[in-house]
């Protein structure tokens, strides 16, 4: 499908997905998540060094907006992308700001 045949919703929830991975610890959370991982707040915290509290806070708006997706593993909860593919485009943007 071409970009410029996207129905006003599909472009819609391309854009509200957008604005949630635009901030660097969700960019980081997205980064750490690709290839299929699963990882729970407490992992993810801890790799990013940043608060629990805080993960939290990123991986619901992440989850809300349709680019994370969590399962229940026994009192773990673990998330990952909902469409794989968000993890390739993110490397292509990494690339597209190198200098």
Not at 42 to 65: F, M, N, P, Y
């Amino acid at each position: 499908m071409e970009f410029n045949e996207l129905n006003p919703e599909v472009l819609q929830k391309a854009s509200e997905m957008l604005k949630a991975m635009a901030h660097p610890a969700r960019i980081s959370i997205v980064s750490l998540l690709e290839d299929g991982k699963k990882q729970t707040v407490t992992e993810i915290h801890k790799k990013l060094g940043i608060g629990q509290a805080v993960a939290s806070h990123h991986l619901v708006i992440l989850r809300d907006r349709g680019v994370l997706s969590s399962s229940r593993e026994g009192k773990n909860i673990y998330y990952y992308l909902r469409h794989p593919n968000l993890g390739n485009m993110l490397k292509t943007l990494g690339e597209c700001c190198k200098d």
